[in-house]
């Protein structure tokens, strides 16, 4: 159920999809395509890690381990009952490709895979919990275009992301 991204990058990572339903990163599978982020809504969202930020170093400066917010049970109902994408940018940028790369391979299952542009694998996203569950017959990921010009015919059964 991991997903290693090789090839040329300066950092080989593994992602592991199975955590990610805890994750603040990932968005709501209806919402994805629809959801265009403005200028004030990125600078809410950098005032708010600023804040959180703050809070954490200032918790710890007072020998205060912090305190990780926990879910409540409604949140919780809810996780397992949705479906969730998670925007690719943070671990390609993570990853550090290399200058001379010029695009992605997304290995599928059967060992074929499909070429894409660097661009779009930046832009796009991984499903990765459908009803709340892991993707387990043909995952462990799916990949969408940003746009969703796949979203009824998504590149299912990713085992791999190979930057060439």
């Known amino acids: 159920m991991i997903v290693p991204i090789t090839g040329k990058v300066s950092y080989s990572i593994t992602l592991d999809p199975t955590v990610w339903i805890f994750d603040d990163r990932k968005i709501l599978l209806e919402e994805a395509f629809s959801v265009q982020v403005s200028e004030t809504e990125e600078n ?4 708010k890690l600023s804040e959180r930020f703050n809070r954490e170093v200032l918790e710890t400066k007072m020998n205060r381990p912090p305190v990780n917010r926990s879910i409540s049970k409604l949140e919780g109902e809810k996780i397992l009952k949705n479906s969730y994408v998670m925007p690719l940018q943070d671990f390609i940028s993570n990853a550090e490709i290399k200058p001379e790369a010029q695009d992605a391979t997304l290995v ?7 070429t894409i542009t660097l661009d779009e694998l930046k832009n796009g996203y991984f499903l990765f919990a459908q009803n709340g569950k892991p993707l387990k017959e043909d995952g462990p990921v799916h990949y969408f275009y940003k746009d969703g010009s796949n979203k009824n015919n998504p590149i299912t059964n990713i085992k791999k992301i190979v930057i060439n």
């Not at 809410?44 to 005032?47: A, S």
């Open 44 to 47: 809410n969202e950098l005032e």
């Open 108 to 114: 599928t299952g059967d060992d074929e895979g499909v």
